[in-house]
């Protein structure tokens, strides 16, 4: 998830024309106890530096996970609690977003 999601966030930026210096995505989650063992949360945290506008970086991530990223669409129509957070030069503006 985390990496199918970079990868849009990295794109739409790009073509938004912010300049990435810098890129991180860390995933962290719980699975169900029982088999199937799905997600039962998922937190998603961007890091991102460089001179990247910051509208345009959460319309990135919220593009990635509803319109782009398989995996994360899956997860959440599987009953997975999917949330991120962003932090961008540094300073945390998103603490928590549902998805």
Not at 78 to 99: F, H, V, W
């Amino acid at each position: 998830m985390g990496g199918c999601s970079s990868d849009d966030v990295l794109l739409i930026l790009k073509k938004r024309k912010n300049e990435v210096g810098e890129f991180r995505c860390e995933v962290s989650g719980i699975r169900e106890d029982t088999d199937p063992k799905t997600l039962k949360y998922a937190d998603i945290h961007y890091i991102i530096s460089g001179d990247v506008d910051e509208a345009s970086a959460k319309r990135a991530i919220e593009l990635s996970l509803s319109k782009y990223c398989s995996v994360s669409i899956l997860a959440k129509r599987g009953g997975t609690d999917l949330r991120y957070s962003l932090t961008l030069n540094g300073k945390m503006l998103i603490k928590e977003e549902k998805a």
